[in-house]
T-cell receptor
Framework: KAGVTQTPRYLIKTRGQQVTLSCSPI?????VSWYQQTPGQGLQFLFE???????NKGNFPGRFSGRQFSNSRSEMNVSTLELGDSALYLC??????????????FGPGTRLTVL | DQQVKQNSPSLSVQEGRISILNCDYT??????FLWYKKYPAEGPTFLIS?????DKNEDGRFTVFLNKSAKHLSLHIVPSQPGDSAVYFC?????????FGTGTSLTVIP
């Protein structure tokens, strides 16, 4: 079974630009969650999509948005980029998005650098 | 506000000895806890989990202990191997999302 894939793996943008990251979950998984990893903060939850609907949302500004398609692939968009958005963005897929249904499987991440 | 904390950013252990990684949490409503291991340039991979109704769960060389009264969990690796060198994250489930700690970088010295 193929794992979670994320594209692109690396991205360099400048302040004020916008960016779209993509995540393809494991086949059959309906839940996709997005996380931001920075050195001092660890993994911070951004949002979770399940069956094309945003089910949960973390404490991030509205510049961070996402969506999920009918094939469960998900995209995350960040508008008006700031220097502080430089981070590793991880997506994770799971069957149902609930702890009791099993662990999440993470992709390798997209390293975003904002200059 | 960090609801899950790993206060030791790094840990070095001799091969063959025990590695103990610690994690503290503040929310008593967390009911499920997990440990993940992360190698450079890879996403975290699931290691072991424990439900709040248990105080210990074992899987091979890995054991997780949960002390609910102290809001503390720990991961024991015995014996430690060089391949265990990685960053370890603890995570807690709140009912609708996972909260992660900041990670502990474990180095196992051959």
């Amino acid at each position: 079974k193929a794992g979670v894939t994320q594209t692109p793996r690396y991205l360099i943008k400048t302040r004020g630009q916008q960016v779209t990251l993509s995540c393809s979950p494991i086949s059959g998984h309906r839940s996709v969650s997005w996380y931001q990893q920075t050195p001092g903060q660890g993994l911070q939850f951004l949002f979770e999509y399940f069956s094309e609907t945003q089910r949960n949302k973390g404490n991030f500004p509205g510049r961070f948005s996402g969506r999920q398609f009918s094939n469960s692939r998900s995209e995350m968009n960040v508008s008006t980029l700031e220097l502080g958005d430089s981070a590793l963005y991880l997506c994770a897929s799971s069957l149902h998005g609930r702890a009791s249904s099993g662990e999440q499987f993470f992709g390798p991440g997209t390293r975003l650098t904002v200059l | 506000d960090q609801q899950v904390k790993q206060n030791s950013p790094s840990l070095s252990v001799q091969e063959g000895r025990i590695s103990i990684l610690n994690c503290d949490y503040t929310n008593s409503m967390f009911d499920y806890f997990l440990w993940y291991k992360k190698y450079p340039a890879e996403g975290p991979t699931f290691l072991i989990s424990i439900s709040s109704i248990k105080d210990k769960n074992e899987d091979g060389r890995f054991t997780v202990f949960l002390n609910k009264s102290a809001k503390h969990l720990s991961l024991h690796i015995v014996p430690s191997q060089p391949g265990d060198s990685a960053v370890y994250f603890c995570a807690a489930w709140s009912g609708n999302q996972f909260y992660f700690g900041t990670g502990t970088s474990l180095t196992v010295i051959p």
